[in-house]
């Protein structure tokens, strides 16, 4: 698989040399940031990802900050996944505004530069041989101490307090610094071979110092090891069954959301599956139903309907007609499933009540409204076993109003006789 590299160059002339950069298993792009970042592009596509010491400063302008914060949020984002930055340091000036003093200074490493380019440190990476014996010199030295975070950091070349190259573990990613003294303003010089030398260093170093466990090791060696692992796949198997609880919740809950022909085809789903109740679909009005006996009598005349708002007259006197188009008595059964406020924004906003006229009118008509909120609760308290299906029943065919069930204050119909 092939390792995506990203180069962040400083000026023109690198551009125009790294166009033609090839290492096979490499897949190179050269950018500019953030003019090639203008399509909302991220930066955790890539494996790795160079750039220079001082990547925002401009000659002219100072140092871009406003490029800078969009740079480390992008960082940040991709070390989370994985991605390797590299910058390279040589001569820059002793800045603390540069990016990489930032970083360097969060970990406790202080940035310490001579006046002479130094070359020789001892490398504790075979990876970076070639590359620090051709290109590995810098003035900069970074020094540690007492403040220093050392448990996230590895010294490539250098000794334990002081070193020009080193490795910084944040999050999934890696930060790494080494020294790199090429001359970029110097138009006939060669960038490929040293930036060959540094990407396949970069490479090589990152495959070598990371150990992934073959499947057939993650079963257990010790004897703590595998009461971890039962233990581990008794909390997964009881979580597995939480999970599933948790989801039919989820999936009750997604009513409150659903409007028109969903909501519809959920209610009567809702009604067989966890209330038990026979359902017949009706032929003429898609939004009515009838709640039958065992014995497929029609018992109740039911319909559905939604609002971004609160409940309107248009839906009684809807189901009203329909009670009518089928020659019903006014005293037989009708049931309004309402719901309403599908634009809230909280539960609070989202279980408001119905309004006092609409369920005076509801009842003077003979017909019980009731909320998808209300049905919810009547399910809830269902399998508590706090309500007997029969009961159920009884609810939705001898009550007129509103039908108010909440966890807190249990059954309440509206208007109270």
Not at 171 to 179: D, M, R, S, T, W
Not at 267 to 294: Q, V
Not at 333 to 347: D, F, G, K, R
Request: aromatic share 12%; with cysteine.
């Amino acid at each position: 698989m092939s390792k995506k590299v990203l180069i962040l160059p400083q000026n023109r002339f690198e551009i125009n040399q790294l166009d033609s950069l090839s290492i096979e298993g490499v897949d190179f792009s050269v950018k500019n940031f953030p003019e090639d970042f203008e399509n909302s592009e991220n930066l955790d596509s890539y494996d790795i990802i160079l750039t220079h010491y001082s990547p925002f400063e401009h000659p002219e302008r100072g140092f871009l900050l406003d490029n800078e914060d969009r740079f480390v949020k992008l960082m940040n984002r991709a070390l989370k996944n994985g991605t390797v930055f590299c910058f390279t340091h040589c001569y820059e000036p002793d800045n603390n505004e540069y990016l990489t003093h930032k970083i360097l200074s969060q970990f406790g490493i202080i940035i310490n530069k001579n006046d002479r380019v130094l070359s020789e440190m001892k490398l504790r990476s075979n990876s970076f041989q070639r590359f620090i014996d051709n290109w590995g010199a810098s003035k900069f030295i970074f020094i540690f101490n007492d403040n220093t975070k050392r448990d996230n950091i590895s010294v490539i070349c250098g000794s334990e307090n002081s070193c020009s190259a080193l490795k910084i573990n944040k999050e999934k990613g890696k930060l790494i610094f080494v020294p790199f003294q090429v001359f970029l303003s110097n138009q006939t010089s060669d960038l490929i071979t040293p930036y060959n030398d540094l990407i396949e260093a970069l490479i090589n170093y990152i495959a070598t110092s990371e150990v992934i466990l073959p499947n057939w090791a993650h079963t257990a060696y010790f004897d703590e090891e595998k009461i971890l692992l039962n233990s581990i796949d008794n909390l997964n198997t009881e979580l597995t069954g939480l999970v599933a609880k948790k989801e039919a919740y989820n999936k009750s809950k997604k009513l409150l959301f659903q409007r028109e022909y969903a909501l519809e085809d959920g209610i009567i789903d809702f009604l067989r599956s966890n209330l038990d109740f026979l359902i017949e679909r009706d032929e003429t009005y898609k939004e009515d139903f009838w709640i039958c006996s065992s014995n497929n009598e029609k018992t109740i005349i039911g319909e559905i309907k939604s609002y971004t708002g609160g409940t309107k007259d248009g839906a009684i006197y809807s189901i009203l007609k329909h009670r009518d188009d089928y020659d019903l008595p006014e005293s037989f059964p009708a049931l309004l499933i309402i719901n309403q406020y599908l634009n809230a924004n909280s539960w609070k906003e989202k279980n408001k009540p119905i309004l006092d006229k609409h369920f005076t009118f509801a009842a003077q008509k003979n017909v019980l409204i009731c909320r998808v909120e209300d049905l919810l609760n009547l399910w809830y308290a269902l399998s508590l076993k706090k309500i007997e299906k029969l009961n159920v029943i009884e609810l939705l065919s001898q009550n007129i109003g509103w039908l108010e069930i909440t966890k807190e204050n249990g059954i309440i119909i509206h208007p109270k006789s």
